[in-house]
């Protein structure tokens, strides 16, 4: 296990910034304030052994401290910030594939963040990650992080790659995030170890139980959903799961640009197949005017 942890070491972030975003702020207060009454306390010390005052260090010292860390501390917290706004903005699946691979695995490890989770990064693009994006900590337990923002499913080869690195390091567990989901082979394999497989849906329930959310149906959709038919959809009463009582969504087969059917889907898809029947077909406004036009009176 401190083998695995040596090699850790290549390519983990340990730079100043990257520890600062781990700082929580009333701890960062808490020491910004202790060293300037020390500061003071010091350079009144001095004062007193001259038998003049210094204004460098008792007037100059504690705002150089100030500017300096404090600049530090901004620079963190800024970049924590920019990475919640664009985790508050990935709110359905198609802004979550406009993002990069890179980006993907800065909002993963701000999710867990906002989790309460001590997370250190890669941030060393000139080596390899060694098959770890990230490491999420908490209660003295670390679990590796690995982010597959593919187009296709994560295969069982990925999940197996990350449990052997997790039992080679001695983690307490592994997390694999693969945004388009995984085979059933690689959930069958980590179902019975301390793997969690994070598929894209499963990736905005997380982050819609962090991030405060705005009001607002349509104008949050995707580009494929029109306004009316979001609008139509809001109205609706959502049916249970007929097999395991779950709340249901409503799935959309197309054809070309043609819809072939609609039905509702238990949302625990693949783990439960219950189905209902879609009866509240939509028709655009456009069609409806064109109908009451072509009408027999």
């Known amino acids: 296990m401190g083998r695995g942890r040596?090699?850790?070491?290549?390519?983990?972030d340990d730079s100043t910034l990257a520890t600062l975003m781990?700082?929580?702020?009333?701890?960062?207060?808490?020491?910004?304030v202790f060293s300037m009454i020390f500061l003071l306390v010091f350079g009144a010390a001095i004062d007193i052994v001259l038998g003049r005052p210094n204004l460098v260090v008792t007037g100059?010292?504690?705002?150089?401290?100030?500017?300096?860390?404090?600049?530090?501390?901004?620079?963190?917290?800024?970049?924590?910030l920019l990475r919640q706004r664009r985790l508050a903005q990935a709110s359905t699946a198609h802004r979550l594939w406009a993002l990069m691979p890179d980006e993907m695995a800065d909002l993963g490890a701000e999710l867990f963040r906002l989790?309460?989770?001590?997370?250190?990064?890669?941030?060393?693009?000139?080596?390899?990650?060694?098959?770890?994006?990230?490491?999420?900590?908490k209660h003295s337990k670390t679990w590796l992080v690995q982010v597959k923002h593919w187009r296709?499913?994560?295969?069982?080869?990925?999940?197996?790659?990350?449990?052997?690195?997790?039992?080679?390091?001695?983690?307490?567990?592994?997390?694999l995030i693969g945004t388009s989901g995984f085979t059933a082979q690689g959930r069958e394999f980590a179902a019975s170890k301390d793997l969690k497989l994070i598929d894209g849906?499963?990736?905005?329930?997380?982050?819609?139980?962090?991030?405060?959310?705005?009001?607002g149906a349509a104008s949050d959709r995707d580009p494929l959903v029109s306004e009316d038919f979001a609008l139509h959809?809001?109205?609706?009463?959502?049916?249970?799961?007929?097999?395991?009582?779950?709340p249901m969504v409503v799935v959309t087969r197309l054809e070309d640009t043609a819809i072939a059917y609609q039905l509702w889907g238990?949302?625990?898809?693949?783990a439960c197949k219950g189905t209902r029947r879609f009866v509240f077909p939509f028709l655009p406004a456009a069609e409806q005017h064109g109908n009451a036009k072509g009408s027999p009176h």
Not at 60 to 80: A, D, I, M, Q, T
Not at 201 to 215: G, H, N, Y
């Open 115 to 137: 989790q309460g989770y001590v997370v250190t990064e890669n941030k060393r693009p000139d080596l390899a990650d060694g098959g770890v994006d990230f490491e999420i900590a």
């Open 201 to 215: 849906p499963e990736f905005l329930r997380l982050r819609s139980e962090v991030v405060t959310i705005p009001p």
């Open 266 to 270: 238990c949302k625990s898809y693949p």
């Open 22 to 32: 781990e700082v929580p702020r009333w701890f960062f207060f808490g020491v910004l």
């Open 6 to 12: 040596d090699l850790r070491r290549r390519y983990r």
């Open 60 to 80: 100059l010292g504690p705002v150089l401290l100030v500017v300096f860390f404090g600049g530090l501390f901004w620079l963190s917290y800024r970049e924590r």
């Open 233 to 246: 959809l809001g109205t609706l009463h959502r049916p249970t799961c007929p097999e395991c009582g779950k």
């Open 152 to 175: 296709q499913e994560v295969g069982v080869r990925e999940v197996r790659e990350l449990w052997g690195i997790v039992a080679s390091e001695g983690a307490a567990g592994g997390v």
